[in-house]
């Protein structure tokens, strides 16, 4: 038997807290990896940082750690933490001083930036011998008659409320300039398993999400998450979720 259909609240409309809350966590190797290749451990840069999902990992292995993101409300979410400070900034525009960082990471985040003028910032903040990141994960996979339906809202229902930029994240950042001397980063991946509450929130999240609810497509979003609601079971039953990690890494 199926189960009843959640209507306890619009999943769709959430905010800044719903980035904080539902976006998955960097697996630990992530940031040990990439302090691994930086030339020491003083101060490490995360640009667009949103409310600090890798900002936090970073600090178990600098001495420092700054996050950036233009926007106020992301920056209102991240949690205080000893050897981090978060402010609000664009990429392109760094209050940093020249020659400073020793490791710079985007991480699902580089598709928005105007990347000739980040770029000349990451050469004027790096110092010398520094590594650059561009981190992005995929689209997430899930099993069964969950991962079909997912696919088909994925690819083809909400695929038109995408901004252009998704597609550079589709293919892995594959396509993207990058002018540095680049470093092969080990094959990782992000393996959560959520409950549905989980699930849908991290769905709200999505850019294509608030472009769909701009453009009165609430019905199309609504009707994915009673789909799903059906497929999945007991709300509180927990799925496999994972998404590849992709990464651009560059020494200056």
Known sequence: MNSPRPELK????QGGQAYARFRPEYPA??????????????LAVDVGCGSGQLTRQLAEHFGAVVGFDPSLDQIAHTAPQENV?????????LPLLSRSASLITAAQAAHWFDLPRFYAEVRRVAEPGAVLALISYGVLRLQGELGARFERFYWQEIGPFWPPERKLVDSGYATLDFPFAEL??????????????????YVSTWSAIRSAREAGREDLLHRFAADMA????????????????NMRIGRL
């Open 10 to 13: 619009n999943w769709f409309d």
């Open 29 to 42: 190797e992530l940031a040990a990896c990439l302090a691994s290749l930086a030339p020491d451990r003083l």
């Open 85 to 93: 400070n978060y402010a609000c900034a664009p990429a392109e525009d």
């Open 184 to 201: 092969q980063g080990p094959q990782i991946a992000i393996q959560l398993a959520w409950n549905l509450e989980e699930f849908l929130g």
């Open 230 to 245: 059906e497929r999945w079971g007991d709300p509180a039953t927990r799925h496999a979720i994972s998404w590849p990690i």
